[in-house]
């Protein structure tokens, strides 16, 4: 446990200026874009809607933030592998704090957009949504994201193993067999999620949210109505098992192919 945690204050005494800064710089402009918008639209659109709608789309972009530090905080490393592999710590547990930390960061690339709607909310008191309803949705709509950034950034882990494998062999043209390799994977990934045996095994234990929740949020003048709110719990449990596998399997072609 030491030696994670001295592995996580690490990567925090590497980051954390630029973490601050970007996060100060996240705060004002997710306040001060709306704000403005908000002037040059006058009435036709309410600066806490303006509000809603840029802070989806940071929150939406925050679900890349995961995959896009730890590529970072990876090729940093691998510059000198023979400082970084080459430790009493085991490769398994190098890189997992390396995606714990990068994790935190899409928490918080989340999380900051998620609570400048709620500040806003609390000094505007909107008549677009009630806050029960904003919250429910919300924590639904961040939940899933963080759950798929997750995902990417494990895929992402694979992928830039591959490439520095290949690397080794092709020297630059390894990111467009990478590339090749990635783009073949999504179409093969496709195929089997869409194909009826994948369906049989994987759809159990369905949840419907509009089950315990009314699949409307009221607003001034009409609705916004919800839909495909049906997740399996077979279909979680076979995306976090894939997800292993190919944390597994990057862990390994490091071990065997890359570390030096």
Not at 76 to 89: F, G, I, Q
Not at 136 to 156: H, T
């Amino acid at each position: 446990m030491k030696q994670w945690n001295g592995l996580l204050q690490k990567e925090w005494i590497q980051w954390r200026w630029q973490l601050l800064i970007l996060a100060i710089l996240m705060v004002t402009g997710l306040f001060v874009l709306p704000t403005f918008a908000g002037v040059i639209a006058a009435d036709a659109i309410t600066v806490f809607e303006i509000t809603m709608v840029v802070c989806f789309m940071a929150a939406a972009f925050g679900s890349l933030v995961p995959v896009i530090s730890f590529v970072i905080m990876f090729n940093r490393e691998m510059k000198r592998p023979d400082l970084w592999l080459h430790s009493t710590a085991t490769t398994t547990t190098l890189v997992g704090a390396k995606m714990t930390m990068a994790a935190f960061i899409g928490a918080g690339s989340l999380i900051i957009p998620t609570a400048v709607v709620a500040i806003r909310y609390a000094f505007m008191q909107p008549t677009v949504t009630t806050f029960e309803e904003l919250l429910f949705f919300g924590s639904v709509f961040i939940g899933f994201l963080f759950l798929g950034s997750i995902m990417y950034m494990v895929v992402g882990f694979f992928f830039i193993v591959l490439d520095q494998m290949f690397k080794r062999f092709v020297k630059g043209f390894s990111i467009v067999i990478t590339l090749i390799l990635f783009i073949l994977s999504i179409r093969v990934y496709g195929e089997v999620i869409s194909s009826s045996i994948y369906k049989r095994v994987s759809q159990f234990g369905k949840i419907d949210f509009m089950a315990i929740k009314n699949p409307t949020i009221e607003i001034e003048y009409g609705y916004f109505a919800y839909t495909d709110t049906i997740v399996y719990t077979g279909e979680l449990m076979s995306a976090a098992l894939f997800a292993v596998a190919l944390f597994l399997a990057g862990v390994t072609l490091i071990d065997k192919q890359v570390k030096l």
